[in-house]
């Protein structure tokens, strides 16, 4: 029974959805990186919020981790790129907080445009002071929203509603989505010029880190207001207090801040500063969506290889997965089939389907062939971590759906280039489960590619096979199955059969100096 560990504030149903689905589960929250660390390696998936850092310490302690579940947007607190390698595949919930988010956006800019918190707290202080605060309308006010993706869409639309104009900076923005979404698509430039409130909502990137930046807020127009609830780093915090201190920033609220928790931000005890402690997801109704999505999606995976909302992954239903598993396997196979006969160091490799494969998502088919192929290359090589491997080592990956139906209902085939020319393996399913290989470098042969094989290929004459048997026998190596194909009467032959153990070097050297071996190799599936 696969064992989950959630290590972060979580509803409950959480816990409830895992036990209920057959996955086992601790919950266990607020371990320090160290403490974490020692327990990791019983978990075989991980579930959290903002707070657990899944650092590369906790990944290589986390030996039987297959997944990482965010309960919520931002995953800047995993080490995608190094669990990725590691073959842990790491997915989001990344719709189920987004209105909660935006509400909190929208919040905070009613709060600094009528200084709320501080008119709170005099009138409770016993000061009512009345005349301390004038307050400004948003309406017809433009908002500049810096970031215009699926939170930054609900602010906008919402802003929309209080009769705001919206201008909106984002290089992904289409200007089809810019009007369907009723805002004007602005530069940089153009929007920090004319925005009376500016709202954050990108991910924190190479290229939004500060992107509030000193320079950047002085071409903000005077009296305007920030708010921010996507992350900490996009504004430098430092000349954003010198601007509120200024006065040519009216008022700043951040939910997040560059470092968190924020102990002693230079901005606390600012005037007109507002500030929330990471609170943009914390509704009740936001809580309940991400927990059970992210419950669901690690239970789905771990127990049916259905992978929804993966950053690292190609998406798999719960339906197609189980369509797809025997294709994988299949693809697997010939993959390292193809990996452990190709001699030369590849640069290359195609992926075709045809037939009944051609209707189906061809992403996980390539993830299994590239898992099967790079085993050449490491031991600890899955479907997660292949494409990236085979990227690093610069390998073009091609795929091909083809519309035909050849002599197979359904077939996938696996092609290389190396110095010999373009060699390739195809195989189907038989029963649409059972993998077979069908064809091996223009050859028809038929076999199950399963533990121990040995592969031959040699001259087609009378005695062959026997010389063969003898060779074995006499090493004491049992023959399970034997298959045969040849290229044409008396012409080149390939022999496939599986063996019973390991075949030893020096057996496959007595092998090789039969009369009739072109060469002979040994291969493991
Ligand atoms: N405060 C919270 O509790 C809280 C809650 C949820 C999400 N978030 C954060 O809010 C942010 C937005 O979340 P989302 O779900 O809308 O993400 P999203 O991916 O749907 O949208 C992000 C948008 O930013 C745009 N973008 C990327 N680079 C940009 C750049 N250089 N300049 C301008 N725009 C750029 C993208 O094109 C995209 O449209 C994320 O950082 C997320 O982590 C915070
Ligand atoms: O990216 C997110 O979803 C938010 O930052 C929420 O973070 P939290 O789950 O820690 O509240």
Redesign the pocket.
Known sequence: MPKVLISDQMDPQAAQIFKDRGVEVDVITGKTPEELKAMIGQYDGLAIR?STKVTKEILDAATNLKVIGRA?????NVDIPYASSKGVVVMNT??G??I??AE?AIALMFALARQLPEANAQTQAGKWPKNDFMGVEVTGKTLGL????????IVASRALGLKMKVVA?????TPERAVEMGVEKAD?DTLLARADFIT??????D??RN?LSRENLAKTKKGVRIIN???GGLIDEVALKDALDSGHVAGAAL??FAVEPAKDSPLFGTPNFISTP?????TSEAQVNVALQVAEQLSDYLMTGGVTNALNMPSLSAEEAPKLKPYMALAEKLGSLVGQLAADDLDNIAIEVEGAAAELNIKPITGAVLSGFMRRYSDTVNMVNAPYLARERGLDVREVRHDREGDYHTLVRVTVNTSQGARSVAGTLFGNSAARLVEMFGIGVEAELEGHMLYIVNEDTPGFIGRVGTALGEAGINIGTFNLGRRSAGGEAVLLLSVDDAIPQNVLDTICKLPGVKRAKALKF
């Open positions: 903002s919520g947007i931002g995953v800047d990344p719709f907080n987004s909660t988010t909190h810096i970031g215009a993706g699926n939170i930054g869409s900076f984002d290089p992904f923005l940089l954050l909502h990108t991910p924190l990137t290229q939004t992107i609830c996507a992350r939910d997040v990471h609170l943009g997801a914390s």
